[in-house]
């Protein structure tokens, strides 16, 4: 079988308008919530790409009817009538865990294979786990898989050793129908924990606290049918920010998510950007961002997102003097480095630190796509090129961006799926 890869002309400013898809981070554990409620839930503005299709077949294998529509799903989850997720499934994606908290908080019980997705470090499950220990679930890992059980879910007071965005998630799954309250102390206070619960309340649920380190849930016995449109994606924003700044581009973004960005906006305004925010979305004139960053740290929101380092790492190669990028949240985020380092960047990389020297140009190149996010930094890098660049591993970019070339197409760049 021939794998599809993508093909760039690269070298030229972008200049161009594209609309922001809907948010992948918070789709996936929307999609994993409706099953709390044993009836029909709406979705407007879901992103089309392949971690939401696997969520679809996960429901569909649990029992659910999923129907979609352009970007529009609509879920009856009234059927499902096993709570477990197929291993074949559950192992492409590292979100399938978020269905453990709420297939208990449902039916009493789960089980789940190891969950997979990117290869960027090893985030461990431990506290999901021990969370759920703490609401009264019995967890047993062994034979690649957890499987869980609980007579009824209990509120419990949960303090989280670090802002696990995934944890916080199972944990307000869980407790949305557990008995009495619950309290998570240093919970994740990304813009998709605020959705998530916007969303759960949205059918009933009782949650307050939600973009705060500490969240509140009251356990309620059901929950109702509900409609939901879903935020732009605020990574995918960023990702077309970074190309136009590669590029020397100029850009309308238009929804984009801007109040969640402010560390990102920030950081390429230091880098010689002019951002005009607008209600209808933000433009970009790069002509200027020649600026390197002295110092870039990923962090929990509301730091600067690991999931835009990658992209950020691209349009520095470009700069004007060195830039360092410390690397906070995931171990193994620099792995795109050496396939920049073969179109010509200068990247040297030491511990959780990586030093860009910033190049007059860099040049086409076979590249492969090392998981998601890197693969988006290579379309960045490919995009300012000179010459052709051809990026294989597209299905890691296919896991968070409905149609890359579409959108970077809209934006001025050569490009196509080959």
């Given at each position: 079988?021939?794998?599809?890869?993508?093909?760039?002309?690269?070298?030229?400013?972008?200049?161009?308008e594209?609309?922001?898809?809907?948010?992948?981070?918070?789709?996936?554990?929307?999609?994993?919530?409706?099953?709390?409620?044993?009836?029909?839930?709406?979705?407007?503005?879901?992103?089309?790409?392949s971690?939401v299709?696997h969520?679809?077949?996960?429901?569909?294998?649990?029992?659910?009817?999923?129907?979609?529509?352009g970007?529009?799903l609509?879920?009856?989850?009234?059927g499902?009538?096993?709570?477990?997720?197929?291993?074949?499934l559950?192992?492409?994606?590292?979100?399938s865990v978020?269905?453990?908290?709420?297939?208990?908080g449902?039916?009493?019980?789960?089980?789940?294979?190891?969950p997979g997705?990117c290869?960027i470090?090893?985030?461990?499950?431990?506290m999901?786990?021990?969370a759920?220990?703490?609401?009264?679930a019995?967890?047993?890992?062994?034979?690649?898989?957890l499987?869980?059980?609980?007579?009824?879910l209990?509120?419990?007071r949960i303090?989280?050793?670090?802002?696990s965005v995934?944890?916080?998630?199972n944990?307000?799954?869980?407790?949305?129908?557990?008995?009495?309250?619950?309290?998570?102390?240093?919970?994740?206070?990304?813009?998709?924990i605020?959705e998530?619960?916007r969303?759960?309340?949205g059918?009933?649920?009782?949650?307050?606290?939600?973009?705060?380190?500490?969240?509140?849930?009251?356990?309620?016995?059901?929950?109702?049918d509900?409609?939901?449109?879903?935020m732009?994606?605020?990574?995918?924003?960023g990702t077309?920010?970074?190309?136009a700044?590669?590029?020397?581009?100029?850009?309308m973004?238009?929804?984009?998510?801007?109040?969640?960005?402010?560390n990102?906006i920030?950081?390429?305004?230091r880098?010689?950007?002019?951002i005009?925010?607008?209600?209808?979305?933000m433009?970009?004139?790069?002509?200027?961002?020649?600026k390197?960053?002295p110092?870039?740290?990923?962090?929990?929101?509301?730091?600067f997102?690991?999931?835009l380092?990658?992209?950020?790492m691209?349009?520095?190669?470009?700069?004007?003097?060195?830039s360092?990028?410390?690397?906070?949240?995931?171990?193994?985020?620099?792995?795109?480095?050496?396939?920049?380092?073969?179109?010509g960047?200068d990247i040297?990389?030491?511990?959780?630190?990586?030093r860009?020297q910033?190049?007059v140009?860099?040049?086409g190149?076979?590249?492969?796509?090392?998981?998601?996010?890197?693969?988006?930094?290579?379309?960045?890098?490919?995009?300012?090129?000179?010459?052709?660049t051809?990026?294989?591993?597209?299905?890691y970019?296919?896991?968070?961006?409905?149609?890359?070339?579409?959108?970077?197409?809209a934006?001025?760049?050569?490009?196509?799926?080959?």
């Open positions: 079988m021939h794998l599809a890869c993508i093909e760039i002309y690269g070298g030229h400013p972008l200049d161009g594209v609309v922001i898809q809907g948010s992948k981070n918070a789709a996936l554990p929307i999609l994993a919530g409706v099953v709390l409620h044993r009836g029909t839930t709406v979705l407007h503005n879901c992103p089309r790409i971690d299709m969520m679809i077949k996960i429901l569909e294998e649990m029992g659910c009817s999923v129907s979609q529509s970007n529009t609509c879920i009856d989850a009234k499902l009538n096993k709570p477990c997720v197929p291993e074949e559950g192992e492409k994606m590292r979100c978020i269905f453990l908290g709420a297939l208990l449902r039916e009493g019980r789960a089980e789940i294979p190891y997705g290869t470090g090893e985030r461990p499950i431990d999901h786990v021990d759920l220990h703490q609401m009264r019995e967890i047993q890992e062994g034979c690649g898989c499987a869980g059980k609980s007579s009824r209990c509120g419990s303090s989280l050793r670090f802002p995934g944890a916080t998630e944990v307000i799954l869980a407790a949305v129908l557990a008995e009495g309250t619950t309290e998570i102390r240093g919970g994740a206070r990304e813009p998709e605020i998530l619960c969303f759960l309340n059918m009933g649920a009782k949650i307050r606290g939600a973009g705060t380190e500490r969240i509140r849930i009251d356990g309620v016995r059901e929950l109702s509900s409609e939901f449109v879903l732009p994606d605020r990574i995918v924003t077309y920010l970074m190309a700044i590669a590029s020397r581009g100029r850009c973004l238009r929804e984009a998510p801007q109040e969640q960005m402010e990102v920030s950081a390429a305004e880098m010689g950007a002019r005009e925010r607008m209600p209808e979305g433009r970009v004139d790069a002509r200027a961002a020649v390197a960053l110092m870039l740290r990923t962090a929990p929101h509301p730091g997102p690991t999931d380092q990658s992209q950020v691209a349009a520095l190669c470009l700069a004007d003097g060195e360092r990028i410390q690397e906070s949240v995931f171990e193994a985020r620099f792995r795109t480095a050496g396939e920049l380092a073969k179109m960047a040297s990389i030491c511990g959780q630190e990586a860009i910033g190049t140009r860099l040049h190149e076979t590249v492969a796509a090392p998981e998601l996010r890197g693969g988006a930094a290579l379309v960045i890098a490919g995009a300012a090129a000179e010459g052709r051809r990026i294989e591993g597209c299905h970019i296919q896991r968070g961006y409905e149609d890359i070339c579409r959108d970077m197409r934006l001025g760049a050569d490009i196509r799926m080959i």
